[in-house]
């Protein structure tokens, strides 16, 4: 019998007055909260289910980020409460799900592979060459930290041949920046450059922009857009001589592309 019951029970012997007090001060005692540290996630979520709208059980549940509706801890229980649900295996490895597709889409994101050097060359009107022209080059970095014009360094990032065709540019050259600019790969493969009629190299290439020297960390490529740029000097089909291609990189520095000695050459060398 709960303590309530018991008083109203016995005030049908006892005056009206003596109950009142006697409810009076046990309604005003203090009510004890329970020390729920000890209690383990799975009693106190059981306990909340049947007492749902306690406000200490729920500041407890809070406290240890508790989401009893699914059974899993939001802290660091979590990955023993998934495992123990058999949602992950036992050994730790990279684990690999089925992925349904629509053999029409998967047909289509085959047929499109990743390129890196991807460039739309729609906006602008490319060169139509009758002969491959053939140039010497040497790319160097432009500073802009010291010189809001630009500060051309006196060194070679990369240099080389390129010949220039209506398909684009192939080069045969070296990267000089160390590291992982050494694969010749980069220049042979990921380099999607062309030649405007003014004169210009549009496109987008693999840019090594930093030295990596020994015991470095590796650097990636970053892939530039080659665009026309304000300081550029085109190089003109009509009258081959050099040309002068500046590209922007990052805010503190860019390049210029050098091209000298270029000519026309046949199709075929």
Not at 90 to 93: H, M, Q, R
Not at 121 to 128: D, E, G, K, T, V
Not at 149 to 156: I, Q, T, Y
């Given at each position: 019998m709960s303590s309530l019951s018991f008083i109203g029970h016995y005030c049908k012997g006892v005056g009206a007055f003596f109950c009142s007090a006697l409810l009076a001060s046990l309604l005003s005692f203090p009510v004890w909260s329970a020390d729920m540290s000890g209690w383990s996630d799975?009693?106190?979520?059981?306990?909340?289910?049947?007492?749902?709208?306690?406000?200490?059980?729920?500041?407890?549940?809070?406290?240890?980020?508790?989401?009893?509706?699914?059974?899993?801890?939001?802290?660091?229980k979590s990955s023993k409460s998934i495992s123990k649900q058999g949602l992950l295996p036992?050994?730790?490895?990279i684990v690999f799900y089925p992925l349904k597709l629509d053999p029409k889409v998967k047909q289509q994101l085959l047929a499109n592979p990743i390129d890196k050097t991807a460039f739309d060359?729609?906006?602008?009107?490319?060169?139509?060459l009758v002969n491959p022209i053939k140039c010497q080059f040497n790319l160097r970095r432009v500073q802009y930290t010291d010189d809001v014009?630009?500060?051309?360094?006196?060194?070679?990032m990369a240099n080389g041949n390129m010949v220039l065709t209506n398909d684009g540019a192939k080069i045969n050259g070296n990267w000089r920046m160390k590291g992982l600019s050494k694969d010749p790969s980069y220049l042979k493969h990921e380099v999607n450059l062309k030649l405007t009629k003014a004169g210009h190299l549009v496109g987008k290439m693999a840019y090594f922009h930093l030295m990596v020297n020994d015991g470095e960390a590796l650097e990636n490529p970053v892939y530039v857009n080659f665009t026309p740029h304000q300081r550029s000097k085109p190089l003109d089909v009509n009258n081959l001589n050099k040309g002068e291609l500046w590209v922007d990189v990052e805010d503190w520095a860019g390049g210029v592309l050098y091209l000298k000695r270029c000519k026309n050459?046949?199709?075929s060398s």
């Open positions: 799975k009693t106190l979520c059981r306990l909340m289910a049947s007492a749902s709208g306690n406000a200490d059980y729920l500041a407890e549940a809070k406290r240890r980020k508790l989401d009893c509706d699914s059974g899993v801890s939001a802290g660091k036992k050994n730790k490895g060359f729609n906006p602008y009107q490319l060169a139509s014009k630009g500060r051309v360094e006196h060194w070679d050459i046949s199709p």
